[in-house]
């Protein structure tokens, strides 16, 4: 038997090197898990049927020093891998099959990744808690009467019920950190343009960026290095540095946080959290980010503007889902009417109002100068802290239905997440403490922030914190 409980990408990469066990049996022991489990997680969508045929290739690849070889891995359902079905948890895209791989995914299969299958999503990344997949609810693994978050909640929901080693997301907002804090692992966004779009299904195309689920720093460490780099197939695809100085000074940003509606326990985890830090000889003060009251509301404008153009492709001619109507117009309307679920008709009505000429200026406009001055506040903390610290969301997984009928106090998830993507920063978050809840305990995380390109001190701060 295999302890998947305590595995991580390391130990099962050094047993595997041993001959412990061979990287068959690995795969075998997530499918047994995901058998007896992911009926009631519902954390994927499919599980291909050629592990086993990966899984011999893999085992080929098996030596020191090839971290990856024989890793078994689940990818979130809006990335492509060539043959096999993606549908970004949308109707739209029922049947669709992809004609290439992604460049990420292609590079984790080079290194010899095991790829059990795709993992539930809100409908084209769009959520906060899985709900809005047209393919039914995640459950969270610690309490299945809860949203594991989202929209990479089956990504999470997997890595932390043991039904895969690690996963890949995609964060646009905080689709990555928010249910890697709900389901208590470790969740990286890394910064925008290090890895490579090709072949993820675009949301809002200026914030978009994948990034790994695992349950170490180390392990995200190893994923992120196997994933970054500049890609040919994206032309705002960048090699990070991840060089400077690094001087263990964090920033709180005090203000911002005190503006109340953070649960309480999550406010005792993290002021716990920040005197770890000190005791580990960092440096804490506070900053100032004068705009950062205004991060949520930009996100909303701009994010719609750019999902609204980029799901303008699903037309019901080129991809997917065709609905016969009168005529030209009558197909489109039939097949993006029936294809599409609320939210996403939602944010192309609120994307296409926000561009609209007359609009255009008041809302988009607007929303892109505070962008700017955003990332001018960042620039100026982060010439003289290397860290920004907050907790990655208000509070615990929430109830599955909570939330689902109030768009606005869902939006709200994203209050601490999606700043690093309009700005472009890395964000990592790692797990902090759990608030007891009747017999259960829900966890939830701190985030880290850093500079363009510093990767590395999230790692750095990261594994002082966690230990590994
Ligand atoms: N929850 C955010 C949203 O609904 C973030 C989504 C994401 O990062 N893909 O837009």
Redesign the pocket.
């Known amino acids: 038997m295999i302890d998947l409980s305590s595995l991580t990408i390391k130990k099962a990469h050094e047993a595997l090197v041993r001959g412990e066990y061979t990287v068959r049996e690995l795969v075998n022991a997530y499918l047994d898990e995901i058998r007896a489990r992911d009926g009631d997680i519902h954390a994927y969508l499919e599980v291909y049927e050629d592990v086993m045929a990966q899984a011999d290739e893999a085992q080929k690849k098996v030596s020191a020093g090839n971290l990856l070889a024989g890793i078994p891995m689940a990818i979130k359902d809006n990335m492509l891998l060539e043959g096999k079905v993606a549908t970004s948890g949308s109707k739209i895209l029922t049947g669709y099959v992809a004609p290439y791989t992604a460049t990420a995914v292609q590079k984790l299969k080079d290194a010899g990744v095991v790829f059990l299958g795709r993992t539930n999503m ?1 409908e084209f ?4 808690s899985t709900e809005n997949s047209a393919f039914g609810v995640t459950k969270n693994p610690h309490d299945t009467s809860r949203v594991a978050g ?3 909640g089956g990504s999470a929901a997997a890595v932390a019920a043991h039904l895969a080693l690690a996963s890949l997301g ?7 950190r ?1 249910p890697a804090s709900h389901c208590g692992i470790v969740g990286l966004k890394p910064t925008y343009g290090s890895v490579s779009r090709h072949g993820l299904m675009a ?1 809002g195309s200026s914030l978009d960026i994948i990034g790994p689920f695992t349950r170490t720093v180390s392990d995200a460490e190893t994923l992120f290095n196997a994933l970054k780099g500049k890609d040919r197939y994206d032309s705002t695809s960048i090699d990070v540095s991840m060089a400077g100085p690094f001087r263990k000074k964090i920033g709180i940003p005090r203000r911002f946080l005190t503006n109340g509606g953070i649960d309480a326990d999550v406010v005792a985890g993290f002021e716990a959290a920040i005197a770890r830090y000190q005791s580990l000889g960092y440096e804490v003060c506070d900053i100032e980010l004068p705009h950062i009251e205004y991060a949520l509301a930009v ?1 909303y404008v701009l ?1 719609p503007a750019e999902v609204s153009t980029n799901l303008a492709r699903f037309d019901g001619m080129r991809y997917g889902l065709h609905k016969e109507g009168m005529d030209l117009m009558g197909d489109y309307l039939l097949s993006r009417g029936e294809g599409f679920g609320r939210e996403a008709r939602r944010r192309i009505m609120l994307g296409s109002y926000v561009l609209s000429s007359g609009y255009y200026d008041a809302y988009y406009n607007k929303a892109a100068s505070v962008r700017e001055l955003l990332k001018s506040d960042f620039a100026k903390v982060f010439s003289d802290v290397d860290i920004i610290l907050t907790p990655t969301t208000p509070a615990p997984a929430f109830k599955i239905g909570e939330k689902a009928s109030d768009p606005v106090a ?2 709200l ?2 209050i601490f ?2 700043t690093a ?1 309009l700005v472009g920063i890395p964000a990592l978050s790692v797990p902090a403490g759990a608030k007891k809840v009747g017999n259960t305990q829900l966890p939830f995380g701190i985030q880290l922030m850093a500079s363009h390109e510093r990767e590395d001190i999230l790692f750095s701060a990261g594994k002082d914190f966690m230990g590994e």
Do not use: R
């Not at 995609?170 to 990555?176: Q, V």
């Open positions: 809100d990344a769009m959520g906060s989202g929209s990479s995609s964060d646009t907002g905080g689709s990555i928010q949301m996100y994010m869902m939006y998830e994203d997440t999606v993507n």
